[in-house]
């Protein structure tokens, strides 16, 4: 059997980079492939990863109440991670010791974000030193660097000798374009690719009820993310407080939020977006699962993954829901009440079609 390597960031603290690991390697393995993810470790990376999952407001400081909670949230990662199909540990800056692979995917996630603030010019997720026949991506992007900012030669140089590159954003695709003179594959996140995944591990486990014990009839707004603009979480709770919403924000502290979920795992975070009403976020992935979940949701951009956003909503047809600070308060009551317009919906099942053609081409 063709046996399948997975590169990208699967040990980061944070829901998007799990699910998005978690769902591509057992996407992959539904279809019949011996597929593991590469356990790519550093002293470097893991203490930069810690640190930010105990202090992740910073450069505001951290509750000394929040500690214990931040360190239950790592403390459900390091074990959902250890859970992951692993292959044997090697060194993320010498890969001597990696097994050998028939093909290597690289993403999805920001894996060939340069600026990234402890991946960053990592040679290995640019293909350099992997021990593979065959070399691919899938859903990779850029993340914050933008394409108004060429590409290096040295790095473009080591792109060139993957096979196929596929995409997830408008900004990867002209970094891409330009640096390569090609066009890539444009394809979804794991997470919306593979929806099986998540909706298997929601309906095998406790419901969010349960996990937050005095939520009434699941009736909650979900917001995740942190330091949003003051404009933002204003509206927000103007709106909630008019409509009689509670909002709890899961992961992170928001003090305008009535509850909150800092200690959750990333299953944990899957069942509460499920049940959540609507959601509010600035994080790629808060989008994603309010997708993946069929659920009203309004964003705003942020410095760091405004081009996430923007290529995310316009992607996928729901530009509207990414809202701006002259936005009216009129706006938010027809992001947050609505159901997603059927052609948002359909826009996903067409990328979904697109995306399993890459893949296939790809894995056979």
């Given at each position: ?120 010019r990592t040679p290995l997720f ?123 924000s899961i992961g992170y502290r ?111």
């Open positions: 059997m063709q046996k399948i390597g997975i590169l990208t960031f699967h040990r980061c603290i944070n829901y998007g980079s799990y699910w998005q690991a978690r769902c591509l390697v057992e996407g992959l393995q539904a279809l019949g492939k011996d597929v593991k993810l590469l356990n790519h470790t550093s002293r470097k990376t893991d203490r930069a990863e810690w640190r930010c999952a105990l202090q992740p407001l910073r450069p505001a400081p951290t509750r000394k109440s929040d500690y214990p909670l931040y360190a239950a949230k790592m403390r459900r990662f390091l074990e959902a991670i250890g859970d992951l199909p692993l292959s044997q540990c090697f060194d993320l800056e010498n890969p001597s010791d990696m097994e050998g692979y028939d093909l290597v995917i690289v993403g999805s996630d920001e894996v060939w974000n340069l600026r990234h603030p402890w991946y960053g640019y293909g350099e030193g992997l021990r593979a026949r065959n070399v691919a991506a899938y859903a990779a992007s850029f993340g914050n660097q933008p394409a108004s900012q060429a590409l290096e030669h040295t790095w473009a140089e080591k792109l060139q000798k993957f096979s196929r590159i596929s995409i997830r954003d408008e900004n990867s695709r002209r970094l891409i374009s330009q640096a390569l003179s090609f066009e890539p594959d444009l394809v979804l996140d794991p997470c919306l690719q593979f929806p099986a995944v998540v909706g298997y591990s929601v309906s095998c486990s406790r419901s969010a009820a349960e996990c937050l014990n005095d939520v009434p009839e699941n009736s909650y707004i979900a917001v995740y993310g942190h330091s949003f603009p003051d404009w933002f979480s204003q509206k927000v709770r103007r709106w909630a407080t008019a409509r009689g919403e509670r909002l709890i928001n003090d305008w939020a009535d509850r909150h979920f800092i200690e959750a795992g990333p299953e944990e975070f899957a069942r509460f977006m499920a049940a959540a009403d609507a959601v509010v976020t600035n994080f790629f992935h808060g989008c994603i699962f309010a997708l993946l979940n069929g659920k009203p949701f309004a964003c705003v951009a942020s410095e760091y993954r405004s081009n996430k956003l923007r290529g995310l909503t316009e992607l996928v047809g729901a530009r509207k829901h990414l809202v701006h600070e002259d936005a009216p308060d009129a706006r938010f009551a027809e992001v947050l009440e609505s159901r997603l317009e059927p052609a948002v919906l359909s826009r996903i099942q067409a990328l979904r079609q697109q995306s399993h053609a890459y893949l296939a081409d790809v894995i056979n």
